[in-house]
C-alpha cells in the first residue's frame, strides 16, 4: 500500500467545514483512498472512499487530485461529535485482500 | 442491524497465562479482520479470515498468536503465555468479502497484562 502522509493535528470550529488534506504521491493506479475515524475509545469507523472522481455521502466528501497524488476529505458542518483521529489510507482492494495500513492520522478537534 | 461485537470488553490477566478474544462479525460478512493497537501507536495489522480460512498470517507478532475462525462466523484469538508488550486494544473488523470493501469494526477488548 502507498504512503500516505497527514498533519499530526487540525483545529475547526464548530459548524464550520473541516478540511483534511492528505498526500499520496505514490499511489498506484489500482489503489483507492479510504478514510476511516476512531473516536476516543471505539472501533475505527469507515467514512468514505474513492479511486479517481469526488465522492460525497452523508457523512462527508472527498475531493481526490487530478493526478492523485492528494486528496482532502471535507466535513461541511463539524460538530463537537467530530472530534477523533482521521486516517487516510490508501489500499489496493482485492490485491492486498482488503487490509488497511493505518498511519498516525490527524487529530481533529471541533471546538465550541 | 447488529454490528460487530467483541468480547470481552476489558480482559487483566497476569503475565504467563493464555487469553482468548472473541469475534463475532456482521451476519453474512465472509471477510475477517484483526488489527491491535498499542497505546498511542496506530493500528497494526494481525491476520485476516476469507470464509474460515487464513491465507496470510505473517502479520502475527509471535508464535505465541493464533487465530482461528469456525463456520465462517465467529473468530477468536489466542495469545498464550501472555507478556506485558501484549498490552493492547485488539479490534476485529469484518467485510461483505476480502478487497475494497468497508471494512466494520467492532468496539475491541482491552488486554491488559500484568
Known sequence: DAKTTQPPSMDCAEGR????????????????????????????????????????????S???????????????HATLRDTAVYYCIASAGGTSYGKLTFGQGTILTVHP | GAGVSQSPSNKVTEKGKDVELRCDPISGHTALYWYRQSLGQGLEFLIYFQGNSAPDKSGLPSDRFSAERTGGSVSTLTIQRTQQEDSAVYLCASSLWTGGETQYFGPGTRLLVL
Open chain 1, 17 to 60: 467545514a473541516a478540511n483534511l488534506p492528505c498526500n499520496h504521491s505514490t499511489i498506484s493506479g489500482n489503489e483507492y483512498v479510504y478514510w476511516y475515524r476512531q473516536i476516543h475509545s471505539q472501533g475505527p469507523q469507515y467514512i468514505i472512499h474513492g479511486l479517481k472522481n469526488n465522492e460525497t455521502n452523508e457523512m462527508a
Open chain 1, 62 to 76: 472527498l475531493i481526490i487530485t487530478e493526478d492523485r497524488k492528494s486528496s482532502t476529505l471535507i466535513l461541511p
